[in-house]
């Protein structure tokens, strides 16, 4: 679901299924409108 990325000292997530991003993404637009 998640994949992760190192550069140094950090690391970077990101979505790896676009069908996740989409809900994500669903979820972030009803936050923003409340």
Do not use: P, T, W
């Amino acid at each position: 679901v998640v994949r992760k990325r190192r550069a140094g000292k950090h690391i970077y997530y990101a979505l790896d299924d676009e069908h996740i991003h989409d809900l994500f993404q669903r979820g972030l637009e009803h936050v923003q409108h409340e």
